[in-house]
């Protein structure tokens, strides 16, 4: 499991091999502090990748962006 922090959102990064030797990855992202059920997000990525390292580093990427949409949305939304 692999986890950074995005301004105020958690995005955690869990891999799985594949019985094939592949590898897939899902993001999670919440809220740092308290999560709550509306706040929670998960995505699993569809494609394989070759090595663990590389799935991380994507889902982290496409985590990271996501968390940083959420909050760009919460801003907007509550100003």
Same mark, same amino acid.
């Given at each position: 499991?692999?986890?950074? =922090?995005?301004?105020?959102?958690?995005?955690? /990064?869990?891999?799985? +091999? *594949?019985?094939? $030797?592949?590898?897939?990855?899902?993001? =999670?992202?919440?809220? !740092?502090? %308290?999560? $709550?059920?509306? #706040?929670? /997000?998960?995505? *699993?990525?569809?494609? @394989?990748? #070759?090595?663990?390292?590389?799935?991380? @580093?994507? !889902?982290?990427?496409? $985590?990271? +962006? %996501? !968390?940083?949409?959420?909050? #760009?949305?919460?801003?907007?939304?509550? $100003?």
């Amino acid at each position: 499991m692999h986890r950074r =922090i995005v301004g105020q959102y958690s995005v955690e /990064v869990r891999t799985l +091999r *594949t019985s094939m $030797g592949a590898w897939k990855a899902a993001y =999670i992202v919440e809220p !740092a502090l %308290h999560a $709550g059920p509306h #706040d929670f /997000v998960m995505i *699993t990525l569809l494609e @394989d990748f #070759d090595a663990e390292r590389k799935a991380v @580093d994507a !889902a982290m990427e496409k $985590g990271s +962006r %996501h !968390a940083e949409w959420l909050a #760009d949305a919460r801003s907007a939304y509550s $100003g």
